[in-house]
């Protein structure tokens, strides 16, 4: 594994993205706070950094999340119920698009690097993102399900996030949907 160097992040391409994506958290939680993460650490950042709202392009892709934090916690999904499925409208400025083949050159990353299971790499490409004012990652969901928006709730710089609760599951029923 190399290391991400944080200049070619730098000077990375950002683009704008206007967007509805969907969350999944526990009740109770407030779903623009991102402190979960900040505490326990995710795919882009390490535990004890910074806020990050995870959020995913489809119902599907939130689906296989759950499933697979589930799965890695020796769990079954129904043990992580219930849950609540947020809504969230954006409409962002300076996105990382991981999903494009030419920005994954310029920080010099491969599609394959986002989606394993050792966290080092997307960890750094997170810091480097967060540090360079990003407001946000998108990348193919480690799943194979769809993409994920990584959100850095402190760089959103006045863009607002509507969000609204869509569903509550508290069987597994319910994520069948």
């Given at each position: 594994m190399t290391g991400i160097d944080p200049r070619a992040v730098a000077h990375a391409p950002g683009r704008p993205l206007a967007t509805t994506a969907l969350r999944n958290q526990a009740p109770g939680y407030d779903p623009r706070s991102g402190e979960g993460a900040r505490r326990f650490g995710g795919r882009f950042n390490p535990p004890r950094s910074f806020p990050v709202l995870y959020l995913c392009s489809t119902r599907a892709c939130v689906v296989a999340e759950l499933t697979r934090q589930a799965s890695r916690q020796g769990l079954e999904v129904g043990d992580l119920l219930p849950r609540e499925l947020w809504r969230v409208e954006a409409e962002l400025t300076s996105v990382l698009d991981l999903t494009d083949d030419t920005t994954l050159g310029a920080v010099g990353v491969g599609r394959k690097d986002l989606v394993g299971d050792d966290l080092r790499l997307t960890q750094q490409l997170?810091?480097?993102?967060?540090?360079?004012?990003f407001q946000a990652i998108l990348a193919p969901s480690a799943t194979g399900v769809d993409d994920v928006l990584a959100v850095f709730p402190e760089?959103?710089?006045?863009?607002?996030?509507?969000?609204?609760?869509?569903e509550e599951w508290s069987t597994t029923d319910d994520l069948a949907g």
């Amino acid at each position: 594994m190399t290391g991400i160097d944080p200049r070619a992040v730098a000077h990375a391409p950002g683009r704008p993205l206007a967007t509805t994506a969907l969350r999944n958290q526990a009740p109770g939680y407030d779903p623009r706070s991102g402190e979960g993460a900040r505490r326990f650490g995710g795919r882009f950042n390490p535990p004890r950094s910074f806020p990050v709202l995870y959020l995913c392009s489809t119902r599907a892709c939130v689906v296989a999340e759950l499933t697979r934090q589930a799965s890695r916690q020796g769990l079954e999904v129904g043990d992580l119920l219930p849950r609540e499925l947020w809504r969230v409208e954006a409409e962002l400025t300076s996105v990382l698009d991981l999903t494009d083949d030419t920005t994954l050159g310029a920080v010099g990353v491969g599609r394959k690097d986002l989606v394993g299971d050792d966290l080092r790499l997307t960890q750094q490409l997170g810091e480097a993102a967060y540090e360079h004012q990003f407001q946000a990652i998108l990348a193919p969901s480690a799943t194979g399900v769809d993409d994920v928006l990584a959100v850095f709730p402190e760089n959103l710089a006045g863009a607002v996030l509507d969000v609204q609760l869509a569903e509550e599951w508290s069987t597994t029923d319910d994520l069948a949907g």
